[in-house]
């Protein structure tokens, strides 16, 4: 009995579809030839159907390129291409899904699998449905709430080069309210017009991309020699690319800077006011590194997704307090007993380094780990056509002017920073005058190291974690407190600067290793002239 009521529920399902809208007239014809055996007709008919750039036909192109359309061949019915869905059982026999070809909207069929076909695709077909899929599914992009996302259709369906798209482009610009959205949605059109219009559309779109600053479109216009219009726009687009490239080129060295900045705030500490060769400062940097690793590993596998992105937050403060933490190590154990001697403490600090750069490796691996950045540090900001500050490099440089604000006013604003230049400036007069020498250099270390370990977290949003990350950065640490002037954090400033740009300025000229060589040249030629830095420690203990 219930094999019957079975049997009968399948037969009715079968013969009464769900209502669907039904295709328009004319793509019947191509929809039908789509269930054919000859793959000559089965080709003809996708492209037929593509050069609807109908919407509605996206899901039957993805379905078509899967192997999930079929042919119903039902009795007392035509046979019909539908798209298939999940299978299931209903009594003895095997049934799926089944949703309209055109909408791809459920016909509430449950068909037994005996009555499809599967509509065979082949590479030569697949090659034919990509480009539709593609452009079809920019189509659908350039309604997406994320300007971003609005954007990367556009230029797709620029560099797509069809007529047929421009329509739909010039929809999409009608309700536009993003500036640089409509600027890439104006140049993809141009971009089109400029490879499929007439002779005079061809002039006004180059004409227009060169106005628009469209870096995009330099191939295409170099490419239309014919176009009279072109090689104006292409000479304007060309120094437009020249001031682009510089302001990137100004914006990557200010944040290399910051970072060198966050480092040798430490080190000018460390080394500036006490006098120690630390050559372990870059593993400390690493330390500050693999600690936000290790707090974003923690989130990811204690917390709920939606609280991830909050690891950074929770690393900086973490990652300060390691490094600060093994700094204060070091010296308690080891730095203490060594004042007064830079040589051996340069042997011993470097001797530390390799211990943690092993023991790095032994805990982690000698490969590279992923920190990914959170989303409110994804993307950038556009500032004009062709260039875009990323968030990470902007929230770097903001957090070097948040840590000099602060070492400023701790040195120079608090009674802690008093006792720290004076033990610098004079050892035994502090001890005399009841400032505990032996606990202002170990916090001052500490906060050294602390810093390293900030800036170790910072890179960790433009630069990959090894445990030879802070071998990267030592060299270039100690040339900006040297050349800054030892103990003067305005010098390690404006030398943070200066090296920092002065090497994104010439490292695309003469690469990243004889770019280095020639700022290490330069700095020894000015410390030839200036040995005490741009700016010399002044007093009567200054040559001491």
């Known amino acids: 009995m219930r094999a019957l009521v079975a049997s009968f529920a399948l037969a009715v399902c079968a013969v009464v579809p769900a209502a669907h809208a039904a295709p328009p007239p004319d793509l019947a014809r191509p929809l039908a030839d789509l269930g054919r055996e000859d793959a000559a007709a089965r080709e003809t008919a996708v492209k037929a159907l593509g050069a609807r750039n109908d919407p509605k036909l996206l899901p039957l192109f993805e379905a078509l390129r899967a192997g999930s359309v079929y042919v119903w061949s039902r009795p007392g019915a035509a046979p019909q291409v539908v798209i298939g869905g999940e299978k299931s059982t209903a009594g003895d026999r095997d049934v799926m899904a089944l949703a309209a070809a055109y909408g791809a909207e459920p016909l509430g069929v449950q068909a037994p699998v005996a009555e499809l076909r ?33 954007r990367a259709a556009a230029t797709k369906l620029g560099q797509r080069g069809d007529l047929r798209t421009a329509a739909a482009l010039r929809e999409a610009l009608v309700t536009e309210a993003d500036r640089w959205t409509r600027a890439t949605i104006e140049e993809a059109i141009a971009i089109i017009e400029l490879g499929r219009g007439d002779a005079a559309a061809r002039a006004a779109a180059a004409t227009r991309l060169g106005a628009l600053h469209s870096a995009n479109a330099l191939p295409a216009l170099r490419a239309a020699r014919d176009v009279p219009t072109a090689a104006a726009a292409v000479r304007r687009l060309e120094r437009w690319q020249l001031f682009g490239t510089t302001i990137e080129t100004l914006f990557q060295g200010l944040s290399l800077a910051s970072i060198l900045l966050l480092m040798a705030l430490g080190l000018a500490i460390i080394f500036g006011l ?118 990470n490099r902007l929230f770097i440089i903001g957090l070097a002017a948040v840590s000099v604000a602060v070492m400023y006013a701790l040195l120079f604003r608090t009674t802690v920073g008093v006792k720290i230049r004076a033990v610098m400036q004079n050892r035994q007069i502090s001890s005399c005058l009841g400032i505990r020498a032996r606990r202002v250099d170990a916090g001052t270390f500490a906060l050294g190291a602390g810093l390293a370990g900030l800036a170790g977290c910072a890179l960790t949003q433009i630069g990959n974690v090894g445990p030879e990350l802070g071998q990267n950065y030592i060299v270039d640490s100690f040339m900006v407190v040297v050349t800054g002037g030892v103990g003067k954090l305005a010098g390690t400033i ?37 040995p005490s830095g741009l700016f010399a420690l002044k007093g009567r203990n200054a040559d001491a």
Do not use: C
């Open 118 to 150: 599967e509509v065979p695709v082949d590479r030569a077909l697949r090659l034919v449905i990509k480009p539709f899929i593609d452009a079809l599914s920019s189509r659908g992009e350039l309604l997406d709430p994320d300007p971003a996302i609005r």
């Open 274 to 391: 006490m006098g120690v060769i630390n050559m372990a400062h870059g593993e400390l940097m690493a330390l500050g590194a693999y600690a936000t690793y290790t707090m974003q590993n923690w989130f990811a596998g204690h917390l709920a997704e939606r609280w991830f992105d909050y690891y950074f937050l929770a690393a900086l403060p973490f990652a300060f307090l390691v490094a600060a933490a093994v700094g204060l190590l070091l010296e308690r154990g080891v730095i203490r007993f060594l004042y007064g001697r830079p040589l051996e403490t340069l042997l011993l600090t470097w001797g530390v380094s390799l211990i943690i750069q092993q023991g790095l490796r032994q805990w982690f691996g000698a490969a590279n780990v992923d920190v990914r950045a959170p989303r409110y540090l994804s993307g950038g900001v556009p500032i004009m056509a062709g260039v875009q500050l990323p968030y």
């Open 494 to 530: 404006a030398a943070a600067l200066g090296i920092g740009g002065l090497d994104k300025a010439i490292e695309p000229g003469l690469g990243a290793v004889y770019g280095r060589v020639l700022i290490l040249v330069l700095v020894i030629l000015f410390l030839q002239r200036r």
